[in-house]
T-cell receptor, first 112, second 115 residues
Framework: NAGVTQTPKFQVLKTGQSMTLQCAQD?????MYWYRQDPGMGLRLIYY???????DKGEVPNGYNVSRLNKREFSLRLESAAPSQTSVYFC???????????FGQGTRLTVV | GDSVTQMEGPVTLSEEAFLTINCTYT??????LFWYVQYPGEGLQLLLK?????DKGSNKGFEATYRKETTSFHLEKGSVQVSDSAVYFC??????????????FGRGTQLTVWP
């Protein structure tokens, strides 16, 4: 049972390049999340999807787009990467309310 | 909106010392509360949780009690080990009845335990 799988694990981009971070879960969870983790800032919610076909903005959505492709997959796209988007990105999934989230191993992204 | 305020780190302790990491929250209604742990180079793992007032979550010697009257969920362990060295995050999930159920995190507390 793989849980939450993120790809890639590491990525270096040049300013202005685009890329998509992939996330898939095999736990039949309805809710999926994208967070970024920066030193001293904890985890900040970028986007959230309560169920297939729905997405909502989190605390820091600017510069990102998401797609909930189906129940399993939730991708995060950077259309024009900026150095301020250098961070570690985590995908997570959960069942509805009052339950914990399960996290992937993270993607370390560097924008130069 | 809902938020979590967590004790600033880093925290450095000797092995077998007592640990407290403070966490308070602001929320509408009765959110669920969690503590997560992150070991170097890894994702977050659930350490313990409490879903209603006065519940006590516990795991691996760690405990936290959901205190509605003080809006707190402090993490404690009676005797820490070197292997407990990690970053600890307090988190809140929006209350039942919300259509969103978003999960919010504190800034994390780095714990280092010396032998």
């Amino acid at each position: 049972n793989a849980g939450v799988t993120q790809t890639p694990k590491f990525q270096v981009l040049k300013t202005g390049q685009s890329m998509t971070l992939q996330c898939a879960q095999d736990m039949n969870h309805n809710s999926m999340y994208w967070y970024r983790q920066d030193p001293g800032m904890g985890l900040r919610l970028i986007y959230y999807s309560a169920s297939e076909g729905t997405t909502d903005k989190g605390e820091v959505p600017n510069g990102y787009n998401v797609s909930r492709l189906n129940k399993r997959e939730f991708s995060l796209r950077l259309e024009s990467a900026a150095p301020s988007q250098t961070s570690v990105y985590f995908c997570a999934s959960s069942l509805p309310l009052n339950t914990e989230a399960f996290f992937g191993q993270g993607t370390r992204l560097t924008v130069v | 909106g809902d938020s979590v305020t967590q004790m600033e780190g880093p925290v450095t302790l000797s092995e077998e010392a007592f640990l407290t990491i403070n966490c308070t929250y602001t929320a509408t209604g009765y959110p669920s509360l969690f503590w997560y742990v992150q070991y170097p180079g890894e994702g977050l793992q659930l350490l313990l949780k409490a879903t209603k007032a006065d519940d006590k979550g516990s795991n691996k010697g760690f405990e936290a009690t959901y205190r509605k009257e003080t809006t707190s969920f402090h993490l404690e362990k009676g005797s820490v080990q070197v292997s407990d060295s990690a970053v600890y995050f307090c988190a809140l999930r929006e209350a039942r009845g919300s259509t969103l159920g978003r999960l919010y995190f504190g800034r994390g507390t780095q714990l280092t335990v010396w032998p």
